[in-house]
């Protein structure tokens, strides 16, 4: 493997961590015990909204005043329990759209901005299609990528919402917390070689 391919493989991860960095806040929210409660809330400061989901909806509030704007219950969303997977998670892109991700199906929901129309994604994975991949983590790098860690095996994605597909960027199976992004890249540091692919540029 040549010297500037390694480099190019160390600038992914570098990039993915920017993104992935910031997703890793008190955001997500669980009690420590075994029937933990999901609480996951995201800010669009620029559209004065919060954006809170929980197990049985994701519910639109004005953030200044917290009056409740829309309560939307997600087609076919599944999710397993915390003691069992990663928790899903919840993203806001540039436009405002909301992006919801199963814990256990490499799916997502996205919400519209302004109608608040509901799209189920379903994502063509290019690894693991043999495992039960949910994805935590949702983080929107600069350009409009959206990031993701695996939620069972320790593993970096880039999903692509325009192609529907996934694409495995790292896998780190020996992470004890694979929850945590960070804990992710740290290791991606400490293993290099463990990177798989570096991110195509468009």
Same mark, same amino acid.
């Given at each position: 493997?040549?010297?500037?391919?390694?480099?190019?493989?160390?600038?992914?991860?570098?990039?993915?961590? *920017? +993104?992935?960095? #910031?997703?890793? &806040?008190?955001?997500?929210?669980?009690?420590?015990? $075994?029937?933990?409660?999901?609480? @996951?809330?995201?800010?669009?400061?620029?559209?004065?909204?919060?954006?809170?989901?929980?197990?049985?909806?994701?519910?639109?509030?004005?953030?200044?005043?917290?009056?409740?704007?829309?309560?939307?219950?997600?087609?076919?969303?599944?999710?397993?329990? *915390? +003691?069992?997977? #990663?928790?899903? &998670?919840?993203?806001?892109?540039?436009?405002?759209? $909301?992006?919801?991700?199963?814990? @256990?199906?490499?799916?997502?929901?996205?919400?519209?901005?302004?109608?608040?129309?509901?799209?189920?994604?379903?994502?063509?994975?290019?690894?693991?299609?043999?495992?039960?991949?949910?994805?935590?983590?949702?983080?929107?790098?600069?350009?409009?990528?959206?990031?993701?860690?695996?939620?069972?095996?320790?593993?970096?994605?880039?999903?692509?919402?325009?192609?529907?597909?996934?694409?495995?960027?790292?896998?780190?199976?020996?992470?004890?917390?694979?929850?945590?992004?960070?804990?992710?890249?740290?290791?991606?540091?400490?293993?290099?070689?463990?990177?798989?692919?570096?991110?195509?540029?468009?």
């Amino acid at each position: 493997m040549s010297t500037q391919f390694k480099l190019s493989q160390s600038m992914a991860v570098a990039v993915m961590a *920017a +993104g992935m960095l #910031c997703a890793c &806040d008190s955001g997500v929210q669980r009690e420590d015990r $075994a029937e933990a409660t999901l609480r @996951v809330a995201r800010t669009d400061a620029a559209r004065n909204r919060l954006w809170v989901l929980e197990p049985d909806a994701l519910t639109l509030y004005e953030n200044t005043t917290g009056r409740q704007l829309r309560r939307m219950v997600l087609p076919d969303w599944v999710l397993v329990d *915390a +003691g069992y997977s #990663c928790p899903p &998670d919840l993203a806001l892109d540039s436009s405002g759209a $909301a992006f919801v991700s199963s814990n @256990v199906l490499p799916v997502l929901w996205r919400v519209g901005p302004e109608r608040f129309e509901i799209t189920r994604i379903e994502l063509a994975l290019d690894a693991d299609a043999d495992k039960d991949v949910g994805f935590t983590g949702l983080s929107f790098a600069g350009d409009g990528t959206l990031l993701a860690a695996g939620t069972t095996f320790g593993s970096l994605w880039h999903l692509d919402t325009s192609t529907a597909s996934a694409r495995k960027i790292a896998s780190y199976p020996a992470v004890a917390d694979a929850c945590d992004p960070a804990a992710l890249l740290r290791a991606g540091q400490k293993q290099p070689g463990s990177v798989m692919a570096a991110p195509q540029p468009r």
